[in-house]
């Protein structure tokens, strides 16, 4: 504090009505050690600097806008556990510590393959009917490194079980593997037969909407999630799958903003299926986009975030109390 | 939809218990074009192909399982409007639509000139007595970047009123100046002195604990910030201050998440000033982080947000709900 150091007995009963009159004192700025002859610092608002002396109208007691040795971290004082997310104060703080170096857990490196004959590359010009630009690919890698980890994201990879094959085999650097298509049941999608022959095929389906076709595997010690070709699926098992693999896997929590709101209007919804609801909010209500059809990716435009329906329910009513997970 | 393109017409009444057979039909593949002969597909898993015809166990109606053109979004329509932030689906979206490019705002360019004689750079050695790692140039450089604006940060800027000045001059290119220290009303403060001449000085002290000696000015088009130097003071002025500036003028909706949580312990505070509380969370309620001394950083360590204490109040009582503001 810049001011002056004094001795805080010295400054007993001071006041703005009856000042007190020092001779003995130090003129302090921020941050200069106070001589061991003094114990406080009366701070410059409280005080004036008078020809033979410095008046005071503040009484300070001992250590008054003195620092002491420790105050803040003693030595030997555990300041990060493992598993905390440094904050740019947290690095601050360690470079105050003069620590310059840490030791932090690897971010995932994610290797993201998107498949199918019919997919042709962003800006590869004008469509033939059938044809659709490749767009789920670069939506995960933006995810996946506004989400903490390294993407890598190769060419498209045609309806051929040998070249999914060599796909995921040139990957297998990678922690996680996100196939994107050929997950279906249709006759072309070999991504979860091929991974079956080549490691684990742990799950082939789940019980959720939009995303049911999701499957996941392992080869060799790199994870493999298949996501389904429908954009807004594909979206759903982001938010719901990789992002808390993601933060999982570089030690880090998963907090995604949620706000409640209420529901504007009845979500209908698939017993037995967990929901994915798209949502927008307008004046702390949330308007449920009942667009059906998962290619629409105009109603995440719309959306601000999602409800979550569970597969015991049978929808959520009007006016109901919902969570929303804000997309960010 | 993987599936058979019928004439929704010819599977009236089809169920497992009676299914239809039909030998006009032709096997899709998703997004593939449905010829005009028929309008609807019917899924695999409701269909088998017989030797000489369908069987469908499942009635389909007009244009099920078949996307329209214009269904998602029609020309002419509006996609996205001014000042909406593109999120990953919003990009994939744009994508899908042939858009490669789009005009965007600016990222705001933000000079960050840390001052004081007494600031050493960090890895600079160890400290004499009266010298401090510069950290708060660090800190503020960070939450820049993050904040979604360039950070170019200057070395550090002794106690001299004409280095502060060519410190300024070389800097009128940034959209913002964020100076660090230097603002109190110690007499080596000399950032708001320099300020007034060479530009306006808007505010020099503002009624907030900590951060009073904050000044705010303009020299030329670039506007100029002056954070006090204690780090605990520093990061609440970044918050307060210089997120939502940075938000706004990069046309961005500022949206700090915030939770609402029960106070553990009543949190006194100055009558007439706002105050900036860091609280730690804990089961749903929020510890206040009382420690004295705008200097003490661990304590934001150990905080995982703040509260705000409105000047009319002389502080708030335990039990009270509170909005905790979260550091990100």
Not at 183 to 200: H, I, Y
Not at 265 to 290: C, F, H, N, Q, W
Not at 305 to 315: D, F, H, Q
Request: hydrophobic share 40%.
């Amino acid at each position: 504090m810049d001011g002056y150091a004094v001795r805080s007995t010295d400054t007993k009963g001071a006041r703005p009505s009856s000042p007190v009159f020092l001779e003995d004192f130090l003129p302090i700025r921020t941050g200069m050690e106070v001589p061991e002859d003094y114990d406080a610092v009366v701070m410059l608002e409280d005080s004036r600097l008078r020809e033979d002396a410095l008046e005071i109208t503040a009484e300070v007691h001992a250590y008054r806008n003195v620092s002491r040795i420790g105050e803040d971290i003693r030595q030997g004082d555990v300041v990060f556990r493992d598993g905390h997310a440094l904050r740019p104060p947290d690095i601050a703080l360690l470079s105050a510590l003069g620590i310059c170096s840490v030791q932090v857990y690897d971010r995932p490196k994610v290797a993201i393959i998107p498949t199918g004959s019919e997919l042709v590359p962003i800006g590869g010009g004008p469509l033939k009917t059938g044809e659709a630009y490749e767009i789920n690919g670069l939506m995960t890698e933006l995810y996946v490194e506004k989400w903490g980890a390294f993407a890598k994201r190769s060419d498209i990879v045609p309806d051929d079980p040998e070249k999914i094959r060599d796909a995921v085999a040139s990957n297998q650097d990678a922690d996680m593997i996100i196939m994107i298509g050929g997950t279906s049941v249709g006759e072309k999608d070999f991504a979860p037969r091929v991974l079956n022959e080549m490691g684990e095929l742990f799950v082939h389906g789940i019980r959720i909407q939009p995303g049911k076709p999701t499957a996941f595997a392992q080869v060799g010690s790199t994870l493999v999630v298949c996501l389904p070709g429908y954009p807004v699926a594909a979206l759903a098992d982001l938010y719901l799958y990789i992002r808390p693999a993601l933060k999982k896997m570089a030690h880090q929590s998963d907090f995604l903003p949620k706000i409640r709101a209420r529901l504007a209007r009845k979500i209908p919804s698939r017993p037995g299926y967990l929901s994915v609801v798209r949502v927008a909010l307008k004046d702390g209500t949330a308007e449920p986009i009942m667009i059906s059809g998962a290619s629409i990716l105009s109603s995440v435009a719309r959306a601000d975030g999602y409800v979550i329906v569970p597969e015991e329910l049978e929808g959520l009513e009007e006016g109901v109390n919902v969570e929303v997970n804000l997309f960010e």
